[in-house]
């Protein structure tokens, strides 16, 4: 099964894929937040996903910051209007470690951060 991966943010979400066995995950693109939902249902369509699986927005001990309302909504959203199962992965410091992999090591990409986010997700739950 595919999995889309999603890093959500106020202004724009990454997004990642994974292979067709759900091992490996690949940065796809980003998207402005405010058509994210469209965008993110025509690539279910497109790639033929089967899970999403969405950065949790909280702080390492559970605590919501700004954009955790916005980004339970947008959760509750695509559950309802895809139908996907939506599952909730560790997201603290993917946007760190996706910049240490960027040229000069300054450069911000959300959509390998929503690879990282999508990755966590996928080894800790390993296909048999």
């Keep these: 099964m595919k999995y889309l991966g999603i890093d959500y943010g106020s ?55 700004a954009v955790t309302a916005d980004a339970e909504q947008f959760v509750g959203q695509l559950a309802r209007e895809t139908g996907l199962p939506v599952s909730r992965a560790f997201e603290a410091w993917s946007s ?10 300054t450069q911000h990409d959300d959509s390998a951060a929503a690879a990282i986010i999508l990755q966590r997700f996928l080894d800790m739950h390993p296909k048999t």
Excluded: C, M, W
């Design 96 to 105: 760190i470690e996706a910049s240490r992999y960027a040229p000069g090591h």
């Design 11 to 65: 202004k724009r979400i990454g997004l990642a894929v994974s292979d067709e066995g759900g091992s490996i995950a690949f940065p796809l693109e980003v998207a402005p937040t405010n058509t994210a939902l469209e965008r993110v249902k025509k690539i279910i369509d497109e790639k033929n996903i089967g899970a999403l699986v969405v950065g949790d927005t909280r702080s390492h001990g559970g605590a919501a910051n």
